[in-house]
Structure formats: structure tokens, C-alpha cells
């Protein structure tokens, strides 16, 4: 079956600009989570949906940065008014949800380059 | 509360040599624990998974770790290092459902 995909694959933007970085995640998976990960660095928790709960926002940097996920599937993670420390690679994941089972999926990820 | 320690951010190793990735941790809550691997301008990938049970795990690839309480230790180990092993791995560790905290990761290298 189909994978965690995101979109774009790539995104150069300047500074001060808004983006929108897309996830789509496995078919059927109820939680889904956006990371950071920087040059170098390990990933960063960004934000997690596990079905209609409220989502657990506890890892975005800044109020530039919000997320939303629609009808429980696709995602969106939007950055406000960009800065070049936002230059990095945002990787998707999904999971199941189910007791036992919390091995996450991840997608390609998208490489945002702020100039 | 959990952290991940990923002891070396890069370990060179020949190839058909032992590859050990050291990781430690920490967690209110008895953990899970993953293996994840990143080839190049790829997302991660899982290599195994530890959450109750056997504490030794194999995973994809001829991996396995073994999960060691006293020691707050998950150590990656490969009897035989394959030349396309080469990547950077990444530690993690998760209290149930939620989000995962993940090592600063480590680059495996392997020499000819």
C-alpha cells in the first residue's frame, strides 16, 4: 500500500514569506506527528494528532508555526513570516494508533530552504 | 520525561566488522524503543522495535538490540558490516502513545 507522501519534495522561499507543507498519511492511520530535523541534528518534536483529541502542540517553536489536519486524514503545517533558522528538513509520520503497535511511518520529507 | 543519548555521532567501521551504535536513555515509564535508519535525502525507516517481551530484538538487515533495563541501554549491534549499511541511524524512545524523542543520531561509515 501507499506510504506516508508529503508535498512539495522541495521549497525555497524568502524571507518573510508563508509556507504550507502538506501530509498524507497511511490510509487508515489515526495519529500522525511533524518533526524538524536540521543539519546535523536529531529530530525535533513539532506536533501530534491521534484522532479528534486535541492536538499536543507542545513542540512548535513559535506561534509562526500552527498545523492543522482535516477531516482526520491530510495535513498541513503552515510557517508564518519565515526566518532562515526555519531552513530545514520537515519530515511527516504516521501511526496507527492501536495499543501495541506505535512503530511510526515516516514520508520523504520536505527540504525548506529560506533565503 | 525521556531522552535519548547517542553515544558517537559517527563510527567508522571496515567492512565485515562488528557495528555497534550505542544508545542510552532515559523515561519515567517503561519505554519503547526504536531503531530508525536514514539513507540520504530519504525519510527514516524502522529498523526494529522493542516494547515488551524478548529483550533482545532482530530487526531488517541482520540487525539486532537488545534492551537492558539496569543499564537504561538499547545498543545496535550487526555481526558483519555490508558496505550498503552505510547511513546514519537514529535511536528512539517513546512512553506509550504520543510522540517518539529521538537521538541526535549517528553516521555510520564503512570502509572498503
Known amino acids: 500500500g501507499a506510504g506516508v507522501s508529503q508535498s512539495p519534495s522541495n521549497k525555497v522561499t524568502e524571507k518573510g514569506k508563508d509556507v504550507e507543507l502538506r501530509c498524507d498519511p497511511i490510509?487508515?492511520?489515526?495519529?500522525l506527528y511533524w518533526y524538524r530535523q536540521s543539519l546535523g541534528q536529531g529530530l525535533e518534536f513539532l506536533i501530534y494528532?491521534?484522532?479528534?483529541?486535541?492536538?499536543?502542540k507542545s513542540g512548535l517553536p513559535s506561534d509562526r508555526f500552527s498545523a492543522e489536519r482535516t477531516g482526520g486524514s491530510v495535513s498541513t503545517l503552515t510557517i508564518q513570516r519565515t526566518q532562515q533558522e526555519d531552513s530545514a528538513v520537515y519530515l511527516c509520520?504516521?501511526?496507527?494508533?492501536?495499543?501495541?503497535?506505535?512503530?511510526?511511518?515516516f514520508g520523504p520529507g520536505t527540504r525548506l530552504t529560506v533565503t | 520525561a525521556q531522552s535519548v543519548t547517542q553515544l558517537g555521532s559517527h563510527v567508522s567501521v571496515s567492512e565485515g566488522a562488528l557495528v555497534l551504535l550505542r544508545c542510552n536513555y532515559s523515561?519515567?515509564?517503561?519505554?519503547?524503543l526504536f531503531w530508525y535508519v536514514q539513507y540520504p535525502n530519504q525519510g527514516l525507516q524502522l529498523l526494529l522495535k522493542?516494547?515488551?517481551?524478548?529483550?533482545l530484538v532482530k530487526g531488517i538487515n541482520g540487525f539486532e538490540a537488545e534492551f537492558k533495563k539496569s543499564e537504561t541501554s538499547f545498543h545496535l549491534t550487526k555481526p558483519s558490516a555490508h558496505m550498503s549499511d552505510a547511513a546514519e541511524y537514529f535511536c528512539?524512545?517513546?512512553?506509550?502513545?504520543?510522540?517518539?524523542?529521538f537521538g541526535d543520531g549517528t553516521t555510520l561509515t564503512v570502509k572498503p
Open positions: 490510509s487508515g492511520h489515526t495519529a
Open positions: 509520520a504516521s501511526s496507527s494508533g492501536l495499543a501495541g503497535t506505535y512503530e511510526q511511518y
Open positions: 523515561s519515567s515509564v517503561p519505554p519503547y
Open positions: 522493542y516494547t515488551t517481551g524478548a529483550t
Open positions: 494528532f491521534q484522532g479528534n483529541s486535541a492536538p499536543d
Open positions: 528512539a524512545v517513546r512512553a506509550g502513545a504520543g510522540k517518539s524523542t
